[in-house]
């Protein structure tokens, strides 16, 4: 997802450095006028605004607070943009390290995969306590994004794109089974992906994707370990409020079973196949 963002960015006329931790993937930025610098802290301390795209939580601590990470480069005057999908604490945490340096954060978690990211079209859900940062990058953001909503304090753009991929996993696995429910019973599921189309629970991602589930193809461009990390933390911010989401917690074990089979970095459509498995199992 970093790298369609920083393509778009430079197509722009942007001015910009690239770091990733592995370091051939900048090299077609490089190729395309971006500066590369050798660590986190490098860019940050030679930029203005910082944007981080990470798998993870983990990730998203390890590239901000670790040895050589944004910390380091940071300051007053600057400012640094998370784009990663993380949980409300590791957002706030990053964010309370970040100010301490003087420097602005913002939260900014999108909707949207690997195609809406290449075309510009991305759905910014945006947070911070400090509203100046939001308004500088907001041309940014434009470049990036098709819409963009504030949402306030730190934490809940994290709520919200969490609470957005929750209902989007049990999508799929729900849309799963009906596929392999229709073949099981003689339809075409080819034909219950056009009857969805036309109808009342018609949704892109259904009609993108469904030809080629049907075809057992999962070109990946959301990657299922994070659909499953991201169901993992929404069953965390729903157990943090006493919220019953039995659905949620259902699907998450599907893609745990899914990522079992090796499955990770195919396409999150490949959950199905942990349930072709299971039908298997029991026959
Ligand atoms: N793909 C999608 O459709 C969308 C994804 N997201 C979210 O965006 C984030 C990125 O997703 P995506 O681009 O698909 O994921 P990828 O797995 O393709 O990329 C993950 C990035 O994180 C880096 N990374 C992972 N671990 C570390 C680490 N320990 N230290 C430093 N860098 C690390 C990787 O570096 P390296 O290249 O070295 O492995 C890579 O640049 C995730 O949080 C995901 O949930 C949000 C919206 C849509
Ligand atoms: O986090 C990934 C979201 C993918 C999408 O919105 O299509």
Redesign the pocket.
């Known amino acids: 997802?970093?790298?369609p963002m920083a393509q778009n960015l430079i197509k722009a006329g942007c001015d910009v450095t690239v770091w990733?931790?592995?370091?051939s993937?900048c090299d077609p930025f490089i190729s395309l006028g971006a500066k590369y610098r050798s660590s986190?802290e490098e860019v940050a301390a030679n930029c203005d605004v910082t944007f981080a795209?990470?798998?993870?939580p983990?990730?998203?601590i390890?590239?901000a607070c670790?040895k050589n990470g944004v910390l380091s480069g940071m300051g007053p005057g600057k400012g640094y943009v998370d784009?990663?999908?993380?949980d409300g604490a590791t957002s706030k945490m990053i964010n309370g390290h970040i100010k301490a340096t003087g420097a602005l954060f913002l939260e900014a978690?999108?909707?949207?995969?690997?195609k809406?990211?290449e075309d510009g079209q991305?759905i910014f859900l945006t947070a911070a306590g400090d509203r100046s940062l939001y308004d500088s990058v907001a041309p940014l953001l434009n470049i990036l994004g098709k819409s963009r909503f504030y949402l306030g304090e730190v934490g809940n753009g994290a709520a919200m794109?969490l609470v957005v991929?929750m209902i989007m996993g049990s999508m799929m696995a729900s849309f799963s089974e009906g596929l392999l429910l229709s073949k099981k019973v003689g339809l075409d599921p080819n034909v219950l992906v056009e009857v969805v189309a036309q109808g009342a629970i018609s949704a892109p991602m259904y009609s993108v994707k469904g030809p080629s589930m049907v075809k057992s193809h999962y070109p990946?461009?959301?990657?299922l370990?994070?659909?499953q990390?991201?169901l993992r933390l929404a069953l965390g911010l729903a157990e943090s409020v006493s919220q019953s989401t039995p659905i949620a917690a259902a699907a998450n074990e599907l893609y745990k079973v899914a990522k079992a089979y090796g499955l990770s970095?195919e396409d999150f459509s490949a959950v199905i196949e942990a349930l072709k498995a299971k039908s298997d199992d029991s026959a």
Not at 20 to 23: A, C, G, M, V, Y
Not at 220 to 223: H, I, L, M, R, V
């Open positions: 997802m970093g790298s990733n931790r592995t370091k993937k986190p795209m990470l798998a993870d983990e990730s998203a390890d590239v670790g784009i990663s999908t993380v978690p999108v909707s949207g995969s690997k809406p990211a991305l794109k991929n990946t461009a959301f990657p370990k994070h659909q990390k991201d970095d």
